[in-house]
């Protein structure tokens, strides 16, 4: 599927038409802009952007696609981590930033009803005033847009007690692939009939654009502890995690960081964790205070039955915001400790945490890369900072095996190859080690039954193919399949 220069004209004339002229970009400076997302890795300009002001805009410019034949690619705010807004050299790039109405905020019906381009923590600051708020809080909260949080099913510390994006949406208006404007769901808990807002809810912006959604409120505790809990090993803190749950408590967080992650953490903000700790927990409970005082006191006492040697409560809001300034800043810091280093992102179950963390330490004392561990550990979701000096020969590959070998860890527990960053198109590589042939062609079903012609968002989410074999690495360019005609991207 390829656009020339001249159907790239008319499509910028009927955009033009759709939108009006300030909201098409067309300049190659300007569109360099959105060359890509949170992972800068991948760069591609796209053909044209457009930034509608409203759900009929939105649509008017899907069609202008479909009639010209040419990919779209939606955008919130970019922030993705796998390539998820990644445009189409050919395509137009649909930005929904210019669509930020928080359109109703209804505690009484515990919904409120937002435009896609909504910030994710403004959900929350235009509830809090009526004593409700967004739950799902992805670390990215201050920038990521809801219309992203939907299509990447986002998670957060909190969504091991809360659930993830899709817990918390109960409709969305959207554009489909072919341009026309549906529901699915809307403020009711559940509808009848097959669950397509649940499809369309991790999709990836492979099935349409959200236009409007609605969302979930939850209450605001009534009472927040937290505490921060100082290990030799993982493996011990591994052990406290399970005790935790096993014990019948769920904590609204429960995070865990490594040796390597507290002292980026401790280069950059200086955090304080105890030292020499070879891990820290920080578990943080919510709820009724009656039942956050018992349950505290049982979560101190099943760390220190797990051998923590230092538990630090906080005090007051201030104390807490210091335990998860280290956690909040991880990512960040280890650009302190490393020129580059990949994010990785897989499930596994909790009680495999101590025996994969085990094998990720001897894959990177194998390979001679460094491994910083920072993650959900309540709910299995790893992010191994996988650490490398590109300009170092050899380095950047080895940290890609090691990355690559980390997922297949991951899968071999029984987990999976993403817990909330999406597929997108880093990951599209690693779905066969998931999915069987058949698994993937009957996802492709789905994704066909609601776009036949694969014009949104394509080559993300699947394996192109005749590429579904190949090994991880990186890839600059056409592939030579590609090249060759022997295979084709969408
Ligand atoms: C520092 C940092 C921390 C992060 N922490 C977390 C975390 O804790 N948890 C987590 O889950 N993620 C996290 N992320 C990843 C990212 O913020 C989330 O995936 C977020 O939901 C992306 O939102 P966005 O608006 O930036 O979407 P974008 O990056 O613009 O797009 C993401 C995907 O959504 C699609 N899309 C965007 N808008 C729409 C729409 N209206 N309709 C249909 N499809 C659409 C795009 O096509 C793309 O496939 C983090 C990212 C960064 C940079």
């Not at 300030?22 to 300049?27: A, E, G, I, P, T």
Request: one cysteine or more; glycine letters at 10%; charged letters at 20%.
């Amino acid at each position: 599927m390829s656009t020339t220069t001249t159907d790239l004209t008319a499509l910028a004339a009927a955009l033009r038409a759709a939108v009006g002229p300030d909201r098409v970009l067309s300049d190659r400076q300007e569109l360099r802009t959105y060359e890509c997302d949170g992972l800068a890795q991948y760069k591609v300009v796209p053909a044209l952007v457009a930034l509608p002001a409203d759900a009929a805009q939105c649509a008017a410019v899907v069609r202008a696609c479909v009639a010209a034949g040419a990919p779209f690619v939606a955008r919130g705010s970019g922030t993705g981590l796998s390539g998820g807004a990644l445009p189409h050299a050919d395509g137009v790039l649909i930005v929904t930033s210019q669509m930020r109405d928080i359109l109703e905020v209804a505690p009484s019906d515990e919904r409120a009803v937002v435009q896609p381009g909504v910030i994710n923590l403004a959900v929350s600051r235009a509830a809090n005033p009526h004593g409700w708020y967004y739950a799902p809080d992805p670390s990215s909260q201050q920038i990521c847009s809801i219309g992203g949080n939907v299509a990447e099913n986002s998670g957060g510390a909190h969504c091991l007690k809360y659930g993830f994006t899709t817990n918390h949406v109960t409709g969305v208006e959207l554009v489909t692939p072919d341009g026309d404007r549906v529901r699915l769901g809307g403020r009711a808990p559940d509808a009848p009939g097959y669950d397509l807002l649940g499809a369309f809810v991790g999709s990836e912006g492979t099935l349409g654009i959200a236009t409007e959604v609605t969302v979930r409120l939850t209450r605001l505790p009534e009472s927040v502890r937290t505490l921060l809990a100082a290990f030799d090993s993982t493996d011990q803190a591994g052990a406290a995690t399970s005790a935790i749950i096993a014990a019948g408590v769920v904590p609204a967080a429960v995070e865990m960081m490594d040796a390597l992650a507290i002292s980026a953490a401790e280069a950059a903000v200086h955090c304080g964790y105890p030292p020499g700790a070879g891990a820290v927990l920080i578990v943080e409970l919510d709820g009724p205070e009656p039942e956050v005082a018992a349950q505290f006191d049982q979560v101190e006492r099943l760390c220190r039955d797990n051998r923590a040697f230092e538990i630090r409560i906080a005090a007051d809001d201030v104390e807490r915001a210091l335990f998860w300034k280290g956690r909040k800043s991880a990512f960040a810091a280890v650009g302190r400790i490393s020129p580059d280093y990949i994010v990785q992102d897989g499930v596994i179950p909790r009680t495999a945490l101590p025996e994969v963390l085990r094998r990720i330490g001897e894959l990177s004392a194998e390979r001679g890369i460094r491994v910083a561990n920072v993650f959900h550990a309540g709910d299995g979701n790893l992010h191994p900072l996988v650490l490398f000096d590109a300009a170092v020969e050899g380095q950047t590959e080895r940290a890609e095996e090691v990355s690559g070998a980390i997922l297949d860890l991951c899968v071999r527990h029984g987990g999976s190859i993403t817990g909330e960053h999406g597929v997108g198109m880093d990951k599209a590589k690693y779905m066969p080690r998931m999915f069987t042939a058949d698994d993937l062609d009957t996802m492709q079903l789905l994704r066909c039954a609601f776009d036949p012609a694969g014009l949104a968002n394509p080559g993300k989410v699947f394996p192109t193919p005749r590429l579904c074999g190949e090994v991880p690495g990186r890839r600059k360019g056409v592939h030579p399949a590609q090249e060759a005609g022997l295979a084709e991207v969408f």
